[in-house]
């Protein structure tokens, strides 16, 4: 069954400190992985996807399908990244999304 | 850039009352979702809808839900008889229909069952 884990719900980081959010999926098909974020309950924006293999916002997300993991990193985290980050895998013709829990990052001043 | 609108952005209904939330998807879209997040909880799939019929539903979708598209723009949720564990955040989203192209969420409705 497709299943995304984040196992981390709450995440603190100081201003200008490298940050990871983790992400593990278990899909047996090939995986298109997303990574979304919330701004204090403002709709979900996209932050990444795995086939552009872009930086947004000083993010990156390296898909390694040997560890099934897609995690979020930032070498210098800012005040303004604080915000609830979803992993998300879409599978099927329908692209259905399977949503990760959540980690809530906050970065202090 | 083009965005999925929802309508209303806040709903308040009395327990056992039908209601209906609105969406309007981007244009060339071809898939469209409902998500559900209760409050301090994870986004959860509720339904996809493509060419007029539901495609996929989850478990939390049961039959006092359903889905329409009643013009070429519209897609609403209606919920029939609400209940208190209703209340939550309702998102639509919509898809260009390709694998891999992700799917661009409104900024929700707040369901507040009373």
């Known amino acids: 069954a497709q299943r995304v884990t984040q196992p981390e719900k709450l995440l603190s980081v100081f201003k200008g400190a490298p940050v990871e959010l983790k992400c593990n999926y278990s899909?047996?098909?090939?995986?298109?992985l997303f990574w979304y974020v919330q701004y204090s309950r403002q709709r979900l924006q996209l932050l990444l996807r795995?086939?552009s293999r872009e930086s947004i916002k000083g993010f990156t997300a390296d898909l390694n399908k040997g560890e099934t993991s897609f995690h979020l990193k930032k070498p210098f985290a800012q005040e303004e990244d604080s915000a609830m980050y979803y992993c998300?895998?879409?599978?099927?013709?329908?692209?259905?999304?399977?949503f990760g829990t959540g980690t809530s990052l906050t970065v202090i001043p | 850039e083009p965005e999925v609108t929802q309508t209303p952005s806040h709903q308040v209904t009395q327990m056992g009352q039908e209601v209906i939330l609105r969406c309007v998807p981007i244009?060339?879209?071809?898939?469209f979702y409902w998500y559900r997040q209760i409050l301090g909880q994870k986004v959860e799939f509720l339904v996809s809808?493509?060419?007029?019929?539901?495609?996929?539903k989850s478990e939390i979708f049961d039959d006092q839900f359903s889905v329409e598209r009643p013009d070429g723009s519209n897609f609403t949720l209606k919920i029939r008889s609400t209940k208190l564990e209703d209340s939550a955040m309702y998102f639509c989203?919509?898809?260009?229909?390709?694998?891999?192209?992700?799917?661009?969420f409104g900024d929700g409705t707040r369901l507040s069952i009373l």
């Open positions: 998300a895998l879409g599978v099927g013709t329908g692209n259905q999304f399977y």
């Open positions: 899909y047996s098909g090939s995986p298109e």
């Open positions: 795995h086939i």
């Open positions: 244009s060339n879209h071809l898939y």
């Open positions: 809808f493509y060419n007029n019929e539901i495609s996929e």
């Open positions: 989203a919509s898809n260009i229909g390709v694998l891999g192209q992700p799917q661009h």
